[in-house]
Nanobody, 127 residues
Framework: QVQLVESGGGLVQAGDSLRLSCAASGDTFRTYNMGWFRQAPGKEREFVATISWSSPGTYYADSVKGRFTISRDNARNTVYLQMNSLKPEDTAVYYC????????????????????WGQGTQVTVSS
């Protein structure tokens, strides 16, 4: 397991960009697939994006494909979510998560497959 801390959230206008960061503790970060999820008020937590631990394989939710980019810097133990062309419907608390399994072969998009979570960072997009 890893300890995760998100940062970078805030209040922006529609069309703006924002970059979220997630810093991980420990020396096993590089062995985990990492993901971003979000939860809007009154809604269930939903998958946003994930990135593999090895080659930079990525997978995105259809709602953010082409606008959001997930990346990682293993030297800094950090995963990022670059969010462009933000929309009011992107408003949510964004959570960083690490896969439950080290060296996972498959990229997961279900929250139950992730074992470590950050505390979340609020993103609010005004129209």
């Amino acid at each position: 397991q890893v300890q995760l801390v998100e940062s970078g959230g805030g209040l922006v206008q529609a069309g703006d960009s924002l970059r979220l960061s997630c810093a991980a503790s420990g020396d096993t970060f590089r062995t985990y697939n990492m993901g971003w999820f979000r939860q809007a008020p009154g809604k269930e937590r939903e998958f946003v994006a994930t990135i593999s631990w090895s080659s930079p394989g990525t997978y995105y939710a259809d709602s953010v494909k082409g606008r959001f980019t997930i990346s990682r810097d293993n030297a800094r133990n950090t995963v990022y979510l670059q969010m462009n062309s933000l929309k009011p419907e992107d408003t949510a608390v964004y959570y960083c998560a690490a896969d439950s399994t080290r060296y996972a072969f498959a990229l997961h998009s279900t929250s139950g497959d992730f074992g470590s979570w950050g505390q979340g960072t609020q993103v609010t997009v005004s129209s």
